[in-house]
T-cell receptor, first 115, second 117 residues
């Protein structure tokens, strides 16, 4: 059974701090790892990672995948109160006709940024 | 604008009742999914469908049923057999099964919050 573990489950920091969120996975036929931000409603896509060691960046957010260690980190620098959310990590399998489908999610990291 | 519409946003169910959550997409996506989210939990896969008239159980299918009679629609019925249905339900679709694209074309609806009263 595919498995995704995120840590920490919750984190409280002050505005301006830098945070690192962790995701480890066990999945057969790995295709990609995805990060989402969720604020009370539907998850918002952040990054998709398929290749080990290549950093993806978007503003203050960045993420990298380590296929050898079966893990990924999401970094947020100069945090703002608007970064408060649940950050979800998910893995996607290789799709084949009639095979397993759908994302496997971790439990998420609940990040709270205090002013 | 293309997207996924879930309705209703809030739903209240009495004990022993069946209720149906609607999910409609106009993205021409082949694959559709239902996820359940409980507080402090990630999303767990209930059912998915890769093509019209076909669907597969996910990790927590017990007490739920689905149909896929049209490409655009993938309704989820929460039956009375589901003993703990209070949760946030998300529908998603995916349209690209070939070359890798950003997000693999996954699109989420805005969710239905179901409460048992």
């Amino acid at each position: 059974e595919d498995k995704v573990v995120q840590s920490p489950l919750s984190l409280v920091v002050h505005e301006g701090d830098t945070v690192t969120l962790n995701c480890s996975y066990e999945v057969t036929n790995f295709r990609s790892l995805l990060w989402y931000k969720q604020e009370k409603k539907a998850p918002t896509f952040l990054f998709m990672l398929t290749s080990s060691g290549i950093e993806k960046k978007s503003g203050r957010l960045s993420s990298i995948l380590d296929k050898k260690e079966l893990s990924s980190i999401l970094n947020i620098t100069a945090t703002q109160t608007g970064d408060s959310a649940i950050y979800l990590c998910a893995v996607s399998p290789m799709y084949s006709g009639g095979g397993a489908d759908g994302l496997t999610f971790g439990k998420g990291t609940h990040l709270i940024i205090q002013p | 604008d293309g997207g996924i519409t879930q309705s209703p946003k809030y739903l209240f169910r009495k004990e022993g009742q069946n209720v149906t959550l609607s999910c409609e997409q106009n993205l021409n996506h082949d694959a559709m999914y239902w996820y359940r989210q409980d507080p402090g939990q990630g999303l767990r896969l209930i059912y998915y469908s890769q093509i019209v008239n076909d669907f597969q159980k996910g990790d927590i299918a017990e007490g739920y049923s689905v149909s896929r009679e049209k490409k655009e629609s993938f309704p989820l019925t929460v039956t009375s057999a589901q003993k703990n249905p209070t949760a946030f339900y998300l529908c998603a679709s995916r349209g690209d099964r070939g070359p890798i694209t950003a997000n693999y074309g996954y699109t989420f609806g805005s969710g239905t919050r179901l409460t048992v009263v």
